[in-house]
């Protein structure tokens, strides 16, 4: 049992949107071999009530209170010079005092990065071995961004994504080695890192499958007779969820309701932002935070992840794959996840007349829904464990060992 330093940028539970569904099973598998020290952030006040959850899961915890308003005004000092907006958005003095406090007090073996704006905290402790899960390549998220906005947000998401990849690069060249969602993003970072070779790996994302599966007895939140829905999960004050949330809406859904009258697009998730909330019409619920988004997915006619700027394993595919539903999603996040030409249930489509097309093939034979949900099901059961995924990590732990 090895003394381990976790650092994760917003607190990993409750899992209830991507990177907190990964952040919080490394959490559960780490704690089940080793002694945690958790240094982490709560944005979101209602997250508070589960900081006692995840303080049983740690030998320490610490929590600083980020105040995003405050992190933004702080974050735009880099732009006097050449750092990236990421770090000083993710930099607490607190912070820095427990991680030097923490290491007078015990000896740690490994620091464990979840994200990499945590790296900064860890390079305070160069003697101390340390693994990275940079999950995307979030350098490249920003120059994707810079693509589909107008100035200045493009000559600012132009600006992160160089400084952010050149910082990037110095925390993989400092890492024993450095993780990655899918093979994909582990190439794009070595192709754009390429003194970086051989120091990188993929952990693909995985679901708890035994949480996401059907239950006849689950009651459907949808007027069974009156409605046809289809359903979009995440958190919706991300921007590439804002933008399918829009896209769906007000480009997609249109075309299909002159012949689909009983159409409703639920778009479920916490935090829905200003103009996701204007979305709301009688074709458009907008539910905002759900105390359990199983039933929704569960109910849907179809799963929509209509997604133009993603990257990686979405774990909002996974859990409707799980739940046995057919989805229709990007070209580009159907290969993150089926990398053969097996049969998936997931349906790809990239633009608006794809999914119309993908949507009315559907609703045409209700009775494919169920072959497609179980293909997609069988799928993350043989492919999609968290505890296999993750051992990836636990050998390079073993070969560090205690100190």
Same mark, same amino acid.
């Given at each position: 049992?090895?003394?381990?330093? +976790?650092?994760?940028?917003?607190?990993?539970?409750?899992?209830?949107?991507? =990177?907190?569904?990964?952040?919080?099973?490394?959490?559960?598998?780490?704690?089940?071999?080793?002694?945690?020290?958790?240094?982490?952030?709560?944005?979101?006040?209602?997250?508070? &009530?589960? &900081?006692?959850?995840?303080?049983?899961?740690?030998?320490?915890?610490?929590?600083?209170?980020?105040?995003?308003?405050?992190?933004?005004?702080?974050?735009?000092?880099?732009?006097?010079?050449?750092?990236?907006?990421?770090?000083?958005? +993710?930099?607490?003095?607190?912070?820095?005092?427990?991680?030097?406090?923490?290491?007078?007090?015990?000896?740690?073996?490994?620091?464990?990065?979840?994200?990499?704006?945590?790296?900064?905290?860890?390079?305070?402790?160069?003697?101390?071995?340390?693994?990275?899960?940079?999950?995307?390549? =979030?350098?490249?998220?920003?120059?994707?961004?810079?693509?589909?906005?107008?100035?200045?947000?493009?000559?600012?998401?132009?600006?992160?994504?160089?400084?952010?990849?050149?910082?990037?690069?110095?925390?993989?060249?400092?890492?024993?080695?450095?993780?990655?969602?899918?093979?994909?993003?582990?190439?794009?970072?070595?192709?754009? !890192?390429?003194?970086?070779?051989?120091?990188?790996?993929?952990?693909?994302?995985?679901?708890?499958?035994?949480?996401?599966?059907?239950?006849?007895?689950?009651?459907?939140?949808?007027?069974?007779?009156?409605?046809?829905?289809?359903?979009?999960?995440?958190?919706?004050?991300?921007?590439?969820?804002?933008? !399918?949330?829009?896209?769906?809406?007000?480009?997609?859904?249109?075309?299909?309701?002159?012949?689909?009258?009983?159409?409703?697009? +639920?778009?479920?998730?916490?935090?829905?932002?200003?103009?996701?909330?204007?979305?709301?019409? /009688?074709?458009? &619920?907008?539910?905002?935070?759900?105390?359990?988004? #199983?039933?929704?997915?569960?109910?849907?006619?179809?799963? &929509?992840?209509?997604?133009?700027?993603?990257?990686?394993?979405?774990?909002?595919?996974?859990?409707?794959?799980?739940?046995?539903?057919?989805?229709?999603?990007?070209?580009?996040?159907?290969?993150?996840?089926?990398?053969?030409? !097996?049969?998936?249930?997931?349906?790809?489509?990239?633009?608006?007349?794809?999914?119309?097309?993908?949507?009315?093939?559907?609703?045409?034979?209700?009775?494919?829904?169920? /072959?497609?949900? #179980?293909?997609? #099901?069988?799928?993350?059961?043989?492919? +999609?464990?968290?505890?296999?995924?993750? !051992?990836?990590?636990?050998?390079?732990?073993?070969?560090?060992?205690?100190?």
């Amino acid at each position: 049992m090895a003394n381990l330093l +976790y650092l994760v940028h917003r607190l990993p539970y409750p899992p209830n949107k991507g =990177d907190k569904v990964r952040s919080y099973h490394l959490l559960k598998h780490l704690a089940a071999q080793h002694q945690v020290f958790l240094g982490t952030f709560v944005d979101d006040p209602q997250d508070e &009530v589960h &900081v006692p959850t995840v303080r049983d899961l740690c030998a320490e915890l610490h929590v600083a209170r980020l105040r995003p308003r405050q992190a933004k005004l702080r974050s735009a000092w880099a732009l006097l010079g050449e750092q990236a907006l990421t770090l000083r958005y +993710y930099r607490d003095a607190g912070m820095n005092a427990w991680v030097d406090q923490l290491a007078s007090r015990h000896a740690i073996d490994a620091v464990v990065v979840f994200s990499s704006a945590m790296a900064q905290y860890a390079q305070r402790l160069p003697q101390i071995p340390m693994l990275v899960d940079f999950v995307d390549v =979030d350098s490249a998220k920003w120059s994707q961004y810079a693509s589909q906005h107008r100035w200045p947000m493009s000559w600012l998401y132009r600006r992160e994504g160089e400084s952010l990849l050149a910082y990037e690069r110095s925390v993989a060249l400092q890492a024993r080695r450095s993780f990655f969602v899918t093979d994909k993003e582990s190439a794009l970072f070595t192709q754009l !890192a390429p003194e970086c070779a051989g120091r990188v790996d993929t952990i693909s994302n995985g679901v708890d499958a035994d949480f996401f599966s059907p239950d006849a007895s689950r009651p459907s939140p949808f007027a069974a007779t009156q409605e046809l829905p289809i359903v979009f999960t995440g958190a919706m004050d991300y921007w590439p969820n804002i933008d !399918a949330a829009i896209w769906f809406s007000k480009d997609i859904l249109p075309r299909l309701l002159p012949t689909h009258p009983k159409l409703r697009f +639920y778009v479920v998730g916490r935090s829905p932002s200003s103009e996701v909330k204007a979305l709301a019409s /009688p074709h458009v &619920v907008v539910t905002g935070t759900v105390p359990d988004v #199983r039933p929704y997915l569960q109910g849907a006619r179809i799963v &929509v992840a209509p997604l133009r700027v993603a990257r990686g394993v979405q774990n909002k595919i996974l859990e409707a794959m799980a739940m046995a539903r057919p989805v229709l999603t990007s070209t580009a996040c159907k290969q993150a996840i089926v990398t053969s030409g !097996a049969p998936s249930g997931l349906h790809e489509a990239d633009t608006e007349a794809d999914y119309v097309a993908g949507i009315e093939r559907l609703l045409a034979d209700p009775q494919r829904a169920q /072959p497609d949900g #179980r293909l997609a #099901r069988e799928l993350v059961l043989a492919q +999609y464990s968290w505890r296999a995924h993750l !051992a990836g990590l636990d050998r390079h732990l073993t070969a560090i060992g205690p100190q």
